[in-house]
């Protein structure tokens, strides 16, 4: 077993050389310019790397982009065990990466939060306090009140 360093090494290669192996190297159309490598991972034996995609495009270049990676993960992974040097080359498995839609779907959250808040602004624009500007005591004003002489317990009576 490998330590989480030497793993985190190979990653960062593996994710390095695909890169440029995609953008220089393959004469895929599909894989074209629109494709970025985000992320990658190895499992700690350092025989699997997880290699994680973004596709810019509609669906039908996701798909085909998936596919031109699936097709070129043999030329990928020999790439990648020369530069390596590793006695065993990792797998490689491509996954489209979540990241965008993900980040889409917070920033949909946050401008619907910011509508709400413009609205509750909005409607509290002319509203006054309900108990006054001022709704707490304060240490002089006992109202209803009698017989408090002070703060050490002793009531008069």
């Known amino acids: 077993m490998a330590d989480n360093a030497r793993a985190k ?18 004469k895929d159309p599909r894989l074209g310019s ?5 992320d990658t991972r190895v499992t ?11 596709v810019y495009g509609d669906d039908e270049e996701r798909a085909a982009a998936a596919a ?21 080359t990792p797998t490689l498995t491509f996954v489209a990466d979540a990241l965008p839609d993900n ?18 602004r909005e409607a509290s624009a002319g509203a006054e306090f309900a ?8 240490p002089g004003e006992a109202e209803g009140v009698e017989g408090v002489e002070g703060t050490d ?3 008069a009576s």
């Open 153 to 155: 317990g002793d009531a």
């Open 9 to 26: 090494r190979l990653a960062d290669l593996i994710r390095e050389v695909v890169a440029q192996k995609l953008q220089r190297g393959i």
């Open 34 to 38: 629109h494709v970025t490598i985000t």
């Open 103 to 120: 980040a889409r779907t917070i920033e949909d959250l946050l401008d619907k939060a910011r509508a709400s808040d413009a609205k509750v």
């Open 131 to 138: 108990g006054g500007a001022d709704p707490y005591r304060k």
């Open 68 to 88: 031109g990676l699936e097709s070129a993960k043999g030329v990928l992974r020999s790439e990648v065990g020369r530069a390596a040097g590793v006695k065993f």
């Open 44 to 54: 700690g034996d350092l025989r699997e790397a997880t290699v994680f995609y973004t």
